[in-house]
């Protein structure tokens, strides 16, 4: 988006802008788009809490190919969602 009149200005965001240098910064989408955009979705789980609290294993999605089954890497609970990310 633009921003100050130039196109591609805005750097709120991963949409619109990119940096010319390697690994500076690295941006990632927040987990509300990610779970929009069917990301992660095999890793993923809708939490229902109408039957009590839960036990949910949160991995990091930059480890995605090695979560185990049963564990998730994205979780939406309710309106909320959140996502894990560490630093490798």
């Known amino acids: 988006s633009s921003h100050s009149g ?3 200005g805005d750097q709120s965001g991963a949409m619109g ?3 010319t240098q390697h690994n500076f910064p690295q941006m990632c ?7 929009q955009l ?3 979705s095999e890793k993923s789980l ?7 609290p ?11 190919e090695n979560v185990p089954v049963g564990e998730y ?16």
């Open 46 to 52: 809708d939490v229902d809490l109408t039957n009590g």
């Open 6 to 8: 130039l196109d591609y």
């Open 54 to 64: 839960h036990g949910i294993y949160l991995d990091s999605f930059v480890d995605y």
């Open 73 to 88: 890497v994205l979780l939406k609970i309710g309106t909320m969602h959140t996502i894990y990310n560490k630093q490798k």
């Open 17 to 19: 802008y990119g940096y």
């Open 38 to 40: 069917g990301w992660y």
């Open 29 to 35: 989408f927040n987990a509300a788009k990610s779970w």
